[in-house]
T-cell receptor, first 115, second 109 residues
Framework: GAVVSQHPSRVICKSGTSVKIECRSL??????MFWYRQFPKKSLMLMAT?????????EQGVEKDKFLINHASLTLSTLTVTSAHPEDSSFYIC???????????FGDGTRLSIL | GQNIDQPTEMTATEGAIVQINCTYQ??????LFWYQQHAGEAPTFLSY??LDGLEEKGRFSSFLSRSKGYSYLLLKELQMKDSASYLC??????????WGAGTKLIIKP
């Protein structure tokens, strides 16, 4: 069964709306979670590393004020796309390693469409 | 810089065997992962190699040579459902995953 749960799976909303995506680790604690973005037929692009109890680490070129990350507990990280615009439309995927040096397990992803 | 290379696309026949290669240049090495990703879905974990040699898991096997910076994923008895992208990823010295662009595998009847 799934070890990482991500919700919602699909969001369609108007430009200017803020959208929150949740990523939960099931049956294990994740001090670190990762947020990726993927455009059609392109590779995964790491956006940021979410750290429980501290600030997220953002990759170069990713706006931290645009993509707010909160890792409030050992099993939950959230990504909020603020004031979303059509260019933010993409497939967003979270992942978490089940332990130190362990493979990352992915959520099912969230397909975000901004009209 | 850090670099992962794998072919963009491969085609194989149902029932056959296919080998997907991955070469890497990274700052340090803490393991190599293979993931399968079907179109429109999130990646799913296939295999993990940290020592040289072959790891077999059913129809799928993964090989690693650290001295050559090289790995391959071997898929046997191909089925139509194996049509997907296969992603190679290396964990560097900072335990960050460096991702390849993926190999799209097309299976023909």
């Amino acid at each position: 069964g799934a070890v990482v749960s991500q919700h919602p799976s699909r969001v369609i909303c108007k430009s200017g709306t803020s959208v929150k995506i949740e990523c939960r680790s099931l049956d294990f604690q994740a001090t670190t979670m990762f947020w990726y973005r993927q455009f059609p037929k392109k590779s995964l692009m790491l956006m940021a590393t979410s750290n429980e109890g501290s600030k997220a680490t953002y990759e170069q070129g990713v706006e931290k004020d645009k993509f707010l990350i909160n890792h409030a507990s050992l099993t939950l990280s959230t990504l909020t796309v603020t004031s979303a615009h059509p260019e933010d439309s993409s497939f967003y995927i979270c992942s978490a390693p089940q332990g130190e040096h362990q493979p990352q397990h992915f959520g099912d992803g969230t397909r975000l469409s901004i009209l | 810089g850090q670099n992962i290379d794998q072919p963009t696309e491969m085609t194989a026949t149902e029932g056959a065997i296919v080998q997907i290669n991955c070469t890497y240049q990274t700052s340090g090495f803490n393991g190599l992962f293979w993931y399968q990703q079907h179109a429109g879905e999130a990646p799913t974990f296939l295999s993990y190699n940290v020592l040289d040699g072959l790891e077999e898991k059913g129809r799928f096997s993964s090989f690693l040579s650290r001295s050559k910076g090289y790995s391959y994923l071997l898929l046997k008895e191909l089925q139509m459902k194996d049509s997907a992208s296969y992603l190679c990823a290396v964990m560097d010295s900072n335990y960050q995953l460096i991702w390849g662009a993926g190999t799209k595998l097309i299976i023909k009847p």
